[in-house]
């Protein structure tokens, strides 16, 4: 039988008393295991993958996160950073924690029991066919996020559930389950530590392949990020000029004139700039199918 998140570790009684070297040495092995314990879940992990891009490549649907506690918040930091890493459109990203966030606050603990509130969240959102809906819950017993789920699924969404605990409610109530088995942790009940790294872990591994199956990576280079800073503007011109195999300077023209990596990309390459969005219509977004299809055209022209 699998190990509790909730459960006391015997090995780390007496641990107030410990030098704070001894602490540190404990709580460093936790996250340790807790990083190892992901790697039997990839599998599953990929599977989730798969099946939301196939669910989210049409365009339209959106990805949802929903979570309580240090586990919503968790979400919530995934979530945010699609926009400035992936151009993810906001349009398509909704974060719903219990409670809300109110950052002079804190994290509302209570509103994890409601699952009510979960239910009519779900239901004032009108997640459907098209959206993908990602429950995390260390123990996956939150009722307000397993009623998020439940809904969810019923209304057609495509559900995902990431938990610490094997057959828990959340776990029941998705589609498809990753499961972290991080057991016990240093603190008895702080998911916050070994759960929560392995969440962000899982989480950080779910969003970057998801991305990168939706057309958002071309080789190893973020081809979607938005040059909103000086830092990202000189990022998105070395990615240009490593694409397109050309100096600093025509980069950073070409990404001034077409506006982003993609489109100054196939400039680059010789497409003509009424042509370039239906290029990239043609191949989905896809930077690689774009420019295979502009070589395609060359070689028949030729």
């Known amino acids: 039988m699998a190990e509790s998140t909730e459960e006391a570790g015997v090995r780390f009684q007496g641990l107030d008393g410990w030098p704070t070297a001894e602490i ?35 365009g339209n649907g959106r990805l949802v996160y929903v979570g309580a506690g240090s586990s919503g918040g968790i979400a ?62 260390a123990g996956g017993r939150s009722p307000y996020t397993v009623a998020f789920l439940e809904t969810a699924r019923r209304a057609g969404a495509l559900t995902v559930a990431v938990s610490s605990v094997p057959d828990s409610p959340l776990v029941r109530a998705a589609e498809h389950a990753v499961v972290i088995a991080t057991g016990p942790e240093v603190l008895a009940g702080s998911t916050r530590l070994g759960a929560g790294t392995a969440q962000k872990v899982v989480l950080n591994l779910f969003s970057t392949a998801l991305m990168t199956a939706l057309g958002a990576v071309h080789d190893n280079l973020m081809v979607n990020v938005r040059p909103e800073n000086a830092k990202l503007r000189a990022r998105c011109a070395s990615i240009v000029a490593r694409i397109a195999g050309v100096d600093a300077v025509r980069a950073e023209a070409a990404l001034a004139r077409h506006g982003d990596v993609k489109r100054a990309v196939l400039g680059l390459a010789g497409v003509a700039e009424s042509d370039i969005n239906d ?14 299809g502009v070589r395609r055209r060359e070689g028949a022209s030729a």
């Open 76 to 137: 919530a930091i995934d979530g945010l950073e699609l926009g400035g890493t992936f151009d993810w459109p906001d349009a398509r990203l909704a974060v719903v924690l219990a409670g809300g966030l109110d950052l002079n606050r804190g994290l509302s603990a209570g509103a994890e029991d409601d699952a009510g509130a979960g239910r009519e969240a779900a239901l004032e959102r009108r997640v459907g066919r098209g959206d993908v809906v990602v429950g995390i819950s």
């Open 279 to 292: 290029r990239l219509a043609e191949a989905g977004g896809n930077l690689r199918r774009a420019l295979n």
């Open 24 to 58: 540190l040495t404990a709580l460093w092995n936790g996250q340790m295991q807790a990083v190892a314990a992901c790697l039997p879940a990839l599998p599953a992990l990929g599977a989730a993958v798969d099946a939301a891009a196939r669910r989210l490549s049409g």
